[in-house]
């Protein structure tokens, strides 16, 4: 694969993802456009940029809401230490490699491609957790459990709140039950 066009919707609601997804020489870089409606019911448009180092660990991510002046910069040196945009560093978010984007299913690829867990086996995780529209940022304890190769129990361990995944042979969601499913290629 060196480059995929993917696109998901909301399970149900209105709303779009369009991904693009590349392979680089270290890593993956992903472009994505969202557009969704807020819990409080205001339509909006997310452009966001995140780039993995080889082993799927997110070096940076960018989010920018389209018709505002709000945006998220985060970089990260890969081994859970991050800071914004101008280089200030984020204590809070210590200990995270991954990214969880509220409003995308992409997010969950990497730790399932970084993980790498056999079937029954599971792996706890820090992500970043980013809420959209609002581009909040803050620490969330989660975990996965590998349940068949194309299958996977997703659980926010904060909350309890637990989803099955169903992925294709590179870790997109094909399938995030109540939340989101992915569109045909054409």
Not at 27 to 43: D, F, I
Not at 94 to 120: E, Q
Not at 128 to 135: D, I, W
Request: glycine residues 8%; charged residues 25%.
């Amino acid at each position: 694969m060196n480059e995929q066009h993917v696109a998901w919707a909301p399970w149900s609601g209105p709303g779009h993802e369009h991904l693009v997804l590349r392979e680089i020489p270290r890593g993956l870089t992903v472009h994505s456009s969202v557009e969704g409606v807020s819990p409080e019911g205001r339509p909006f448009s997310l452009r966001y940029f995140l780039r993995t180092d080889s082993a799927c660990r997110v070096r940076e991510v960018e989010l920018a809401l389209l018709g505002s002046d709000s945006q998220l910069v985060l970089r990260s040196d890969g081994a859970g230490l991050w800071s914004d945009g101008k280089g200030r560093s984020l204590p809070e978010l210590n200990g995270c490699i991954d990214v969880d984007l509220s409003v995308s299913p992409f997010t969950h690829t990497l730790p399932i491609r970084r993980l790498g867990l056999a079937p029954d086996s599971s792996d706890d995780i820090l992500a970043v957790s980013l809420s959209a529209p609002s581009l909040a940022a803050r620490p969330a304890r989660q975990r996965y459990l590998c349940l068949e190769p194309d299958r996977y129990l997703f659980e926010r361990l904060d909350s309890g709140a637990r989803s099955e995944l169903r992925v294709d042979s590179l870790g997109l969601v094909l399938e995030h039950p109540g939340l989101f499913r992915r569109l045909p290629s054409r």
